[in-house]
């Protein structure tokens, strides 16, 4: 049997020595959640941050105002300043990161529900992915913590060509 994501991260997180920050919007906390849900994860994982709101993610993540005004909450710049943010908050050595649409309702022409951008930084540099989940609003956020909890493993699988053109998953 394959260890859960989160197992996984935990071992290689363990293994190197290295530290763990999360930045969520859409998902609410359900990334740290699945991440504490591991056994010993204190060892690894600093903690997270749920800025929901525009103000939030102003305040807790540094976030610029004009990121926002000018490309929205859902975005690739968005979440990058969101993990960033979370990352240098958490003094963290990588925070990966989420901004989407879960639903029923918020969506647009351009960002249909199900649209999530993740995020992903470290001392070597900054990826993002972008998803468009078909699911309900409690299938879109687990489909989104486990895009987030891959990004990040494919991270630490030492993968550096992280970022993807959108991927349509039903």
């Known amino acids: 049997m394959t260890d859960s994501l989160e197992m996984q991260i935990g071992d290689l997180l363990r293994a190197r ?53 000018n490309h929205g909450a859902v975005s690739r710049e968005t979440v990058l300043e969101m993990a960033r943010g979370a990352r240098q908050a958490l003094q963290a050595d990588v925070a990966v990161s989420v901004s989407g649409i879960a639903g029923p309702g918020g969506g647009l022409r351009d960002k249909p529900v199900g649209t999530t951008w993740f995020g992903l930084s470290s001392g070597e540099g900054e990826w993002a992915r972008l998803f468009c989940f078909e699911g309900n609003r409690l299938q879109n956020k687990a489909s989104s913590a486990d895009a987030a909890l891959q990004l990040l493993l494919d991270y630490l699988h030492g993968l550096r060509d992280l970022n993807a053109d959108l991927r349509k998953i039903k």
């Open 17 to 69: 020595k290295l530290k763990l920050a999360t930045a969520e919007s859409c998902t609410g906390g359900l990334i740290a959640s699945r991440i504490t849900d591991v056994p010993g994860s204190s060892d690894y994982f600093l903690g997270g941050v749920v800025a929901y709101a525009y103000e939030a993610k102003v305040a807790l993540l540094g976030v610029s105002w004009d990121t926002l005004h």
